[in-house]
Every structure is written in structure tokens, then in C-alpha cells.
């Protein structure tokens, strides 16, 4: 079935740096998903990818759609406290007649003042 | 705003009782999903609903059912309850065809 690699699974950095992070797999996708989780609520889209090579930015959040449709990755400019939280890719895909998403592993941001 | 309403953000429960968790949304959604969160593991769909009385089994439907009587309501159904049922759940919700899903806040449950 189909399967998503989120790396890395936690990350510890300073206020103020840079932040990258990763999902890939062996299956095409024809939509990326980029989620954000605060402690103790349910997870809120941060930006979607609809096309292979696009690039989206929202604010200090870079996303791109990879060229062959398998991976994807965030960025994150000049980190603060509130960027602390759970980060999940998603793929979305066709199958059974209905679009379906599949979720990464997550991962775990923590932002030192 | 879009709101997707968890009854219960924490539920303690004993192995063998049947638990149901219930979700409301208010925006008119067609599309409802139940996911299950575990660390590692990330978030995994165990049923979805196109429509009412509609049900389609995800990834991990088993040990689970599900109701969707009305439109904005979806009930996640653990019909006996297992310690490995000890989860979070969260339930989601979207317009047909529609790529942003909107989530509650979760319901953290634990089977003892």
C-alpha cells in the first residue's frame, strides 16, 4: 500500500534558524499536504501542492511539490517560540473510486528561546 | 469559521465496554473521517463517509464501526473496547471533492 518517509522524526533548534523537513515515497501523489499540530488540537493545513515543481510560500513557510511526484518538503524561515509543534505531510491519491490522503509519521519541532 | 466538534477531549474506559465518540461539523460537509494518531505512527484513517448512511472502510477499520445518520454528525463505534484501542482519535471533515480537511481537536482515549 502506499507509504510516506517523514524526516526527521523530531528536530531541537535555536530561535531565529532555519528549519527543513521532508516526505518521500516509492508512489505518486497528486497532491501534497503540509499540516501543522499545536499541543492538544487537531492538526491545521499550513499549504496544499497541487501540480509537480510548484513552489508555494505562506508567510515564513516555503513548500515544494517535487518533480516527480514523490516527495515534498517545508521550510521554515528564522523559526519562533510558536512554531512549536507536530509538522505532517500528506499525499493525496486515487483509488477506489474516492481521493485519499496518507499521513507521515510526523515531525516534532522544538524551538529553544 | 469551520468548526469540527469532538464530544469529549479525554475518555477513560475498561476493556469490553462499547465506546462511542461523536463528531459534529457545522459546514455543511459531505465528506466525514475518523482518524486514529500514534507516536511513530501518524495519523490513520480507520472509516470515512461520502454521505449519509454512506461508510467506507480506511486502513485500519478493525475493531471499529461506524454511523453517519444525519450530515454533520459522524460516531466512531469501538464495539469492545481493547487496551490497544488506547489512542488518540481524531475526526475530520470536508467538502466533497475538496483538498483541506478540517480537523477537531481530538479525543485522547484510554482503555484500562
Known amino acids: 500500500g502506499q507509504q510516506l518517509n517523514q524526516s526527521p522524526q523530531s528536530m531541537f533548534i535555536q530561535e531565529g534558524e532555519d528549519v527543513s523537513m521532508n516526505c518521500t515515497s516509492s508512489s505518486i501523489f497528486n497532491t501534497w499536504l503540509w499540516y501543522k499540530q499545536d499541543p492538544g488540537e487537531g492538526p491545521v493545513l499550513l499549504i496544499a501542492?497541487?501540480?509537480?515543481?510548484e513552489l508555494t510560500s505562506n508567510g515564513r513557510l516555503t513548500a515544494q511539490f517535487g518533480i516527480t511526484r514523490k516527495d515534498s518538503f517545508l521550510n521554515i524561515s528564522a523559526s519562533i517560540p510558536s512554531d512549536v509543534g507536530i509538522y505532517f505531510c500528506a499525499g493525496r491519491y486515487f483509488s477506489g473510486g474516492y481521493n485519499k490522503l496518507i499521513f507521515g509519521a510526523g515531525t516534532r519541532l522544538a524551538v529553544h528561546p | 469559521d469551520v468548526k469540527v466538534t469532538q464530544s469529549s477531549r479525554y475518555l477513560v474506559k475498561r476493556t469490553g465496554e462499547k465506546v462511542f465518540l461523536e463528531c459534529v461539523q457545522d459546514?455543511?460537509?459531505?465528506?466525514m473521517f475518523w482518524y486514529r494518531q500514534d507516536p511513530g505512527l501518524g495519523l490513520r484513517l480507520i472509516y470515512f463517509?461520502?454521505?449519509?448512511?454512506?461508510?467506507e472502510k480506511g486502513d485500519i477499520p478493525e475493531g471499529y464501526s461506524v454511523s453517519r445518520e444525519k450530515k454533520e454528525r459522524f460516531s466512531l463505534i469501538l464495539e469492545s473496547a481493547s487496551t490497544n484501542q488506547t489512542s488518540m482519535y481524531l475526526c475530520?471533515?470536508?467538502?466533497?471533492?475538496?483538498?483541506?480537511?478540517?480537523f477537531g481537536q481530538g479525543t485522547r482515549l484510554t482503555v484500562v
Open positions: 459546514m455543511d460537509h459531505e465528506n
Open positions: 463517509s461520502y454521505d449519509v448512511k454512506m461508510k
Open positions: 475530520a471533515s470536508s467538502f466533497k471533492g475538496d483538498t483541506e480537511a478540517f
Open positions: 501542492l497541487y501540480k509537480a515543481g
